[in-house]
């Protein structure tokens, strides 16, 4: 007997709301603010030195794509995705 697969398997479902984690060193960050111009919704700036801070660990998956660019961009490499 010849056991053949169904035309429409069903696709994985994957949980897309959080993509990807954010995390900024403070150590590495020297306050260029360019997180914060790129992806506002993802970095607050300190109000007396501008560090920048992630506004959460978790990036929504509509916020990913300015989040890497923001970590492309940083020129300290303070922003770390995992």
């Not at 900024?24 to 801070?53: N, Y």
């Amino acid at each position: 007997m010849v056991r053949l697969a169904p035309l429409n398997p069903p696709k994985p479902q994957f949980n897309r709301e959080i993509s990807v984690k954010v995390r900024v060193d403070p150590e590495r960050c020297q306050g260029h603010t360019l997180c914060a111009m790129i992806a506002p919704k993802a970095f607050q700036l300190d109000d007396i030195d501008g560090h920048s801070s992630a506004v959460s660990e978790e990036v929504p998956a509509d916020q990913e794509e300015q989040v890497r660019e923001a970590a492309h961009s940083c020129p300290e490499r303070a922003i770390q995705l995992h």
